[in-house]
């Protein structure tokens, strides 16, 4: 069974420039969350969604958002970059919505912001 | 907010002993504890888990234990081995999403 995957696995952009990141969860899983993870903050909860709907969000403004797809795959963008942006955007998938059920993490997509 | 976990520190250990990694939680309210290690340009992978009606869980080589009385919460990697070598994050659950601690990097002396 194929693992989570994220695209593109790296990505440089400059400040005031969107982006968008993209996750495929494991074959099944209906629950995808995002996590930002940077040295000084650790990995910080971004959003969960589950059946095309989002069911949970972190504490991150406004310029982060995200969607899911009606196959589970989710994207989330990132519009207006600034520098403390750069991070490694994780992507997890689990079975349905978190609490009892594992999460399963992919490889994550390091953005850099210049 | 809630916060999970201690400052980065480092943790080495000979190969063939024993680790133990601690993690302290802040909220009483979370029911459910997960481990994760992640390697160099991985994302993190589960490890084990407890819930909190228990206070012991063991695995191949790992033991959770949780002491809800001081919200503190510690793995136990029996007889390390070098490809134990990478960052060790406690994460926790009650009525929020996943909670991540800041994490351990264990390193193995060969």
């Known amino acids: 069974k194929a693992g989570v995957t994220q695209t593109p696995r790296y990505l440089i952009k400059t400040r005031g420039q969107q982006v968008t990141l993209s996750c495929s969860p494991i074959?099944?899983?209906?629950?995808v969350s995002w996590y930002q993870q940077t040295p000084g903050q650790g990995l910080q909860f971004l959003f969960e969604?589950?059946?095309?709907?989002?069911?949970n969000k972190g504490n991150f403004p406004g310029r982060f958002s995200g969607r899911q797809f009606s196959n589970s795959r989710s994207e989330m963008n990132v519009s207006t970059l600034e520098l403390g942006d750069s991070a490694l955007y994780l992507c997890?998938?689990?079975?349905?919505?978190?609490?009892?059920?594992?999460?399963?993490f992919g490889p994550g997509t390091r953005l850099t912001v210049l | 907010g809630e916060s999970v976990g201690l400052h980065l520190p480092t943790l080495s250990v000979q190969e063939g002993d024993n680790s133990i990694i601690n993690c302290a939680y802040s909220?009483?309210?979370?029911?459910?504890f997960i481990w994760y290690k992640q390697e160099s340009g991985k994302g993190p992978q589960f490890i084990i888990d407890i819930r909190s009606n228990m206070d012991k869980r063991q695995g191949q080589r790992v033991t959770v234990l949780l002491n809800k009385t001081v919200k503190h919460l510690s793995l136990q990697i029996a007889a390390t081995q070098p490809g134990d070598s990478a960052v060790y994050f406690c994460a926790e659950k009650g009525n929020t999403p996943l909670v991540f601690g800041k994490g351990t990097r264990l390193s193995v002396i060969a």
């Open positions: 969604y589950f059946s095309e709907t989002q069911r």
């Open positions: 997890a998938s689990s079975l349905a919505l978190t609490g009892v059920n594992e999460q399963f």
């Open positions: 909220n009483s309210a979370s029911d459910y």
């Open positions: 074959s099944g899983h209906r629950s």
